[in-house]
T-cell receptor, first 113, second 113 residues
Framework: AQSVTQPDIHITVSEGASLELRCNYS??????LFWYVQSPGQGLQLLLK??????LVQGIKGFEAEFKRSQSSFNLRKPSVHWSDAAEYFC???????????FGAGTILRVKS | SQTIHQWPATLVQPVGSPLSLECTVE??????LYWYRQAAGRGLQLLFY??????ISSEVPQNLSASRPQDRQFILSSKKLLLSDSGFYLC????????????FGPGTRLTVT
């Protein structure tokens, strides 16, 4: 069965520092890959997606993610974090011909000034 | 552009009372529709999805049910709420054939007392 692992439940970074959130997936073939962000009490917003092609994908709000097939990973990065980036981040995978997304448990990002 | 609405935004209900949460989508036709539940620290759990009017697939056995009386309306119901039904309920939609790319509503916070 497909699964998504986000090994870090909480991460705290200083404002202006770089950020990397980890995501590993388990699936027989390369699935579609996504990162969502959720501000407190809000719905989820799609940050970026990977379907195929260039393994480095750019998203909104200055985020990027890199797909590494050999490591079954899709880590999210941002070179300089802003206080407004404090939120919960979810990695998700979808099979090529399925009807649903499988989400990781999420990583809560705290930004200290 | 497409928008998705959920109401109510918050709800406090006693154990054993009925539940009805509503989700509507504007600006698209014949979408896939999804209900998720997000319990604290437990990520997102897919509850139901629908590919058309009257077509509901259940992912997790529970005392909840879903209905799709109109193309862009998705309702989550319960006849008798349990304490364990507390959580944040999210509705999402996707284009038919692109079920992997989902867009989420603002959510409903349900507290069962």
């Amino acid at each position: 069965a497909q699964s998504v692992t986000q090994p870090d439940i909480h991460i705290t970074v200083s404002e202006g520092a770089s950020l990397e959130l980890r995501c590993n997936y388990s699936y027989g073939a390369t699935p579609y890959l996504f990162w969502y962000v959720q501000s407190p009490g809000q719905g989820l917003q799609l940050l970026l997606k990977y379907f195929s092609g260039d393994t480095l994908v750019q998203g909104i709000k200055g985020f990027e993610a890199e797909f590494k097939r050999s490591q079954s990973s899709f880590n999210l990065r941002k070179p300089s974090v802003h206080w407004s980036d404090a939120a919960e981040y979810f990695c998700a995978v979808a099979p090529l011909y399925g009807n649903k997304l499988v989400f990781g448990a999420g990583t809560i990002l705290r930004v200290k000034s | 552009s497409q928008t998705i609405h959920q109401w109510p935004a918050t709800l406090v209900q006693p154990v054993g009372s009925p539940l009805s949460l509503e989700c509507t989508v504007e600006g698209t036709s014949n979408p896939n529709l999804y209900w998720y539940r997000q319990a604290a620290g437990r990520g997102l759990q897919l509850l139901f999805y629908s590919v058309g009017i009257g077509q509901i697939s259940s992912e997790v056995p529970q005392n909840l049910s879903a209905s799709r009386p109109q193309d862009r309306q998705f309702i989550l119901s319960s006849k008798k709420l349990l304490l364990s039904d507390s959580g944040f309920y999210l509705c999402a939609w996707s284009v038919i054939g692109r079920a992997y790319e989902q867009y989420f509503g603002p959510g409903t916070r349900l507290t069962v007392t």
